[in-house]
């Protein structure tokens, strides 16, 4: 029996390869490190920092020319992260109290990491391990450690506590049939390149990263998060037929990729993706989807200690855009408050923070935080296609306050001779009962909607989305959760604007189903959902579509609908 051990699979599929560890530890160089006064410490540190922000510029010129943006927008994070103004600053304040440059960068970097770590928001803490790879990089550039070195022509698996972004955006195709980390999550960048290359990746091993040397044969599960160290042949084997089947399924997914969301009788549905970081858009595009409904844009706020400027929104917003190639991007300006505060603005305690300050209304109360936010969205708006959805709308004065704002941030713009989109459409997130009930008011002052079905049922069933104690009360199913999304649809289509869908319930495919007969246009989801809901659409005739739905909306319970539905669209 081979020796197994377990850690968190995040990119399913089986590989089998030989480890190439590729973390060096730099404690030994460090110590030996001797230091020199502060002012050449200081100039090491700038001129390493030079190198590694060139060399990773390269890297990205090359992953842009070779098509591969999303490797290119990950490489641009960590070269902002290089020339961090603030990291610098605290590095020289270091070297300022004595401490030796390579110690000084290891500690600051280390300092900045452990406040990613502290964050709720899973992606956010990822960046922790993004900044730790930059601290190492220009370390090992001071201590004159060199690039690790990947020559061979094995099939390896690239192991390491965490892995360079850059490191595995370099190997080439073939080369590389799967990851190990020993720490990481499902959104840590290197756990993303290594998704958007489908390699088997599992991260969270720890310990158990000691156990392997350079050269052990191992076989990888990214399903289950398994690792086999000297796998038998029958494991082997075993791996491979299954691999085999992999590459079926996805030729699958890839055959649906470019087919369109359309019913056999014709009816067509756009399939969009919800995002929260610009380089999620390749992945999405390349599981099919048509551009992106929802652009969270409160990530590039949460988990920092202080305001993004204009200027890097616009930097972020317009990689998104370019990124989309075309295709439409809808940012959802600021959704902040309720679950997701904000430590450096210092909102107020509430005891209903879902009921309180947050979403359109802090924006519209805090024109020095939504005029930026909207300005760095027209600016993208000049490479290619967006929309403005704003959260949480309740009443058609707070559209036409903050269609003001759009508008003022355009002229204003203009004035300054500043490039920005010619039109861009308004949007409203339907996510209140009080907007569903008043979508035909809203529709007279809107271009689209988007029913965000995670809030709005909750406020329809006053049941808290992350209380477990009431799960049972939160589904789409719900006859009151049901008319409220009918009636946006119909107000929306007497209107003649387009009326879609960016919470959960739009990656169902069952649901799916019902939302097709509703008349909804555009459904946007996870970019994973993508091709089970476009397989069920191919499937269904609107038609028979209709008469589901006609039979659901004269059902009473949520479980029970949900239970017909899966029965009938098996
Ligand atoms: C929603 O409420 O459905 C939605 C998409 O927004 P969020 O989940 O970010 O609140
Ligand atoms: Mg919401």
């Given at each position: 029996m081979s020796v197994e051990f377990r850690g968190a699979g995040v990119v399913p599929?089986?590989?089998?390869?030989?480890?190439?560890?590729?973390?060096?530890?730099?404690?030994?160089?460090?110590?030996?490190?001797?230091s020199g006064a502060q002012e050449s410490e200081n100039e090491k540190i700038l001129a390493a920092q030079a190198v590694v922000g060139a060399r990773l510029t390269e890297q990205m010129t090359a992953?842009?020319?070779?098509?591969?943006?999303?490797?290119?927008?990950?490489?641009?994070?960590?070269?902002?992260?290089?020339?961090?103004?603030?990291?610098?600053?605290?590095?020289?304040n270091k070297t300022a109290a004595g401490i030796p440059a390579p110690q000084a960068i290891l500690t600051a970097t280390e300092e900045e990491a452990a406040i990613f770590d502290a964050m709720d928001d899973a992606y956010l803490r990822e960046r922790a391990a993004d900044i730790r790879c930059v601290g190492q990089a220009i370390a090992r550039q001071v201590l004159g450690i060199s690039e690790i070195d990947l020559s061979g022509d094995e099939a390896m698996i690239l192991t390491g506590v965490t892995i360079e972004p850059s490191l595995l955006a370099s190997i080439p195709a073939g080369r590389l049939v799967g990851v190990l980390l020993g720490e990481g999550s499902r959104t840590s960048h290197a756990v993303i390149l290594a998704r958007a290359r489908s390699l088997p990746t599992i991260v969270g091993v720890g310990n158990f990263l000691s156990q392997l040397r350079d050269g052990d044969e191992v076989l990888l599960d990214g399903e289950q998060g398994l690792v086999r160290l000297q796998p038998t042949a029958a494991e082997v084997a075993f791996a491979a037929a299954a691999r085999r089947q992999q590459d079926l399924l996805r030729e699958k997914d890839a055959a649906l990729r470019d087919l369109p969301a359309v019913t056999p009788d014709g009816v067509r549905i756009s399939l969009l993706a919800n995002i929260g970081t610009s380089a999620e858009v390749v992945p999405a595009l390349e599981k099919g989807a048509e551009g992106i409904g929802l652009f969270r844009s409160e990530v590039l706020f949460l988990g920092r200690a202080s305001l993004p400027t204009e200027e890097e929104q616009y930097i972020v917003y317009r990689a998104a855009v370019e990124n989309c190639r075309g295709k439409r991007c809808v940012f959802r300006t600021l959704d902040i408050g309720g679950d997701k505060p904000l430590a450096y603005l210092d909102l107020p305690v509430e005891s209903n923070p879902f009921l309180g300050w947050r979403a359109i209304r802090i924006s519209l109360d805090r024109p020095d935080l939504f005029q930026p936010q909207l300005r760095a969205i027209l600016r993208a708006g000049a490479y290619g296609p967006v929309a403005v959805l704003l959260p949480m709308i309740v009443s058609a004065a707070e559209v036409r306050a903050a269609r003001q704002q759009l508008e003022k941030a355009r002229t204003d713009l203009l004035a300054e001779g500043i490039a920005c989109a010619d039109t861009v459409p308004l949007g409203l997130m339907i996510e209140t009962p009080a907007a569903a009930l008043t979508a035909k008011i809203l529709a007279q002052q809107a271009d689209f909607f988007s029913i965000g079905t995670n809030d709005l049922i909750q406020?329809?069933?006053?049941?808290?989305?992350?209380?477990?104690?009431?799960?049972?009360?939160?589904s789409p199913f719900y006859p009151a959760v049901l008319?409220?999304?009918?009636?946006t649809i119909s107000a929306g289509r007497e209107a003649g604007i387009p009326v879609g869908m960016c919470g959960e319930m739009a990656g169902d495919s069952y649901a799916a189903v019902l939302l097709l007969a509703m008349g909804i246009s555009e459904l946007s989801m996870t970019a994973a959902s993508i091709p089970g809901v476009k397989a069920k659409l191919r499937q269904v005739t609107a038609k028979q579509a209709k008469k589901i739905?006609?039979?659901?909306?004269?059902?009473?319970?949520?479980?029970?609908?949900?239970?017909?539905?899966?029965i009938i669209l098996q």
């Open positions: 599929g089986m590989a089998v390869g030989t480890i190439r560890r590729v973390e060096t530890s730099l404690t030994a160089a460090v110590a030996a490190y001797v992953c842009s020319a070779a098509g591969q943006s999303l490797q290119a927008a990950i490489l641009t994070t960590q070269q902002l992260m290089v020339q961090d103004p603030m990291l610098t600053e605290k590095i020289q406020y329809t069933l006053a049941a808290d989305r992350g209380n477990p104690k009431v799960s049972s009360l939160y008319q409220l999304i009918l009636q739905l006609g039979t659901v909306l004269a059902m009473d319970d949520a479980a029970a609908i949900e239970q017909y539905l899966r």
